[in-house]
């Protein structure tokens, strides 16, 4: 009755009859604890980190007597930028694998292409990898799937529809390559989406729009205003008809660099001191003990002589600057981060440092990685399953034949976390425990390669290519020995 009684609110919300700026406002009520990006661009873009902000943290800029500028080094360390990168890199970098349970029925394998053909068309691995990056550093995403009137084949049928989708974020799109907007999921009580509201605007010939897009399982509902206050709103409505919501929606409760900002912080500011000290003191500085004879030499000059009184000396003052423990503390401090976020540092220069490793090596390297991809990938997972779910509902609107299949068709994603193989020596090592033996089927390398689409195809052009061969090889030349 709870899941029912919903459904009715949130049609009662919408409905025709009330003020869209009621509407609105009972639509933007948030029930889910998600980080505003106002509080985390604070950390994840550099130029709003205090060491920048904040005057009391550094000297002011001063004019020197002799006119040059005096200006105190700010020194940035985009830590959260980095650790965005990193996980964003880790789960993504070997794209999503989507294992499809066919059997040997031709309509199940004819879906599983067109699925897949989706999928391509839309270039999923590079939109996992730039929404995911706002989910990582903004702490939500949402995609939408839509469907445009256009006649193709591109899914292995005739079809009238061509599927495409946009993601939203409210990391603002330079940073994340995707739209920003401001996301207002609405849940039941069970947890269950029952709406997917998204506010953008759009900018034309220098006028500003504010939409709110509102999406339920049945229905579309987009209003517009020209002063963000909706009391001027125009509304354009459309009926869903697949049965779902088409959005995908992800948020979690902190971003994936929550806590490092006390380290960075001590990083920066530490740098930006060592800066001002090495800038001012790479002059050297000549000391003169003792009372001189006549006046200074002139600046410039090939050579410059100083003559001093009984006792007198010259010599250079170099600054008591302990280098290794400037670098010591700030590496300490990284070392934090990393431990705190468990993401390896895989800079050049550490990697260099490590010298020639082996894959074990290489694979203890990322350990810690892998076990933070472990830890994050179950809820993205889910909500691959069901993207593919609305995927499947767009295609069986397309082509009603695949109504069933698509309803009995299984479809598992997997993340495989990034690790830099040495395939070849692991291929010699397992062909040698094997004495020499075939260990891997044609099938199934052609499959773990991934270069292939139509595995079942391939392999038949291969054994026709041998099948030519063989056939060549009994070709005999009958004049050959006879004159």
Not at 324 to 349: C, F, G, R, V
Request: net charge negative; hydrophobic share 35%.
């Amino acid at each position: 009755h709870g899941t029912i009684q919903n459904e009715m609110d949130i049609n009662e919300i919408i409905s025709d009859g009330r003020p869209v700026v009621d509407i609105i406002a009972d639509l933007k009520d948030k029930s889910i604890p998600v980080p505003a990006w106002s509080d985390l661009e604070k950390d994840y873009d550099p130029t709003k980190h205090e060491i920048m902000t904040n005057p009391a943290l550094r000297p002011r800029e001063k004019r020197k007597k002799n006119g040059q500028l005096d200006r105190p080094a700010k020194i940035l360390y985009p830590a959260e930028k980095i650790v965005t990168r990193r996980m964003n890199q880790m789960c993504f970098t070997i794209p999503v694998e989507r294992k499809y349970e066919t059997g040997e029925d031709e309509t199940l394998k004819a879906i599983a292409k067109a699925i897949e053909s989706v999928y391509e068309k839309v270039r999923i691995n590079g939109v996992n990898k730039n929404r995911m990056r706002a989910y990582f550093g903004a702490c939500e995403v949402c995609t939408i799937w839509y469907a445009v009137e256009e006649e193709n084949e591109d899914y292995g049928f005739k079809s009238k529809y061509k599927f495409k989708c946009r993601s939203y974020s409210q990391m603002p799109t330079k940073m994340s390559k995707i739209s920003e907007a401001k996301l207002y999921p609405v849940f039941d009580d069970y947890d269950d989406m029952i709406a997917m509201c998204i506010e953008y605007t759009i900018t034309r010939k220098n006028q500003k729009t504010y939409y709110f897009d509102v999406y339920t399982k049945d229905r579309f509902k987009s209003y517009s205003s020209k002063n963000g206050l909706y009391d001027d709103a125009e509304i354009e409505e459309t009926e869903i008809t697949i049965g779902k919501i088409p959005a995908l929606y992800l948020w979690r409760p902190a971003a994936i660099y929550e806590g490092i900002a006390n380290n960075r912080e001590d990083i920066e500011l530490t740098l930006s001191r060592t800066s001002d000290v090495i800038r001012k003191n790479s002059a050297p500085i000549v000391k003169v003990v003792g009372e001189l004879v006549g006046e200074k030499p002139e600046g410039g000059e090939s050579r410059e002589v100083y003559k001093l009184k009984d006792g007198g000396d010259i010599g250079l003052v170099s600054p008591s600057l302990s280098h290794e423990s400037a670098q010591y503390y700030i590496a300490q401090l990284k070392e934090n981060i990393e431990e705190d976020t468990q993401m390896p540092n895989l800079s050049m220069t550490n990697v260099k440092s490590l010298g020639n490793i082996g894959e074990d090596a290489r694979k203890t390297l990322l350990a810690d990685a892998h076990m933070k991809v472990g830890e994050e990938k179950d809820d993205i997972i889910w909500a691959f399953d069901r993207e593919c779910n609305i995927i499947k509902a767009f295609l069986g609107e397309a082509n009603n034949a695949w109504i069933e299949g698509l309803k009995k068709l299984k479809v598992t994603h997997h993340i495989t976390p990034f690790v830099q193989n040495d395939r070849a020596a692991r291929i010699a090592e397992l062909t040698e425990a094997t004495g020499g033996k075939t260990i891997m089927s044609q099938r199934t390398a052609i499959e773990r390669l991934g270069e292939v689409r139509d595995i079942d195809a391939e392999i038949e052009r291969i054994q026709s290519e041998e099948r030519a061969s063989r056939e060549a090889s009994r070709i005999v030349d009958v004049f050959h020995d006879n004159q």
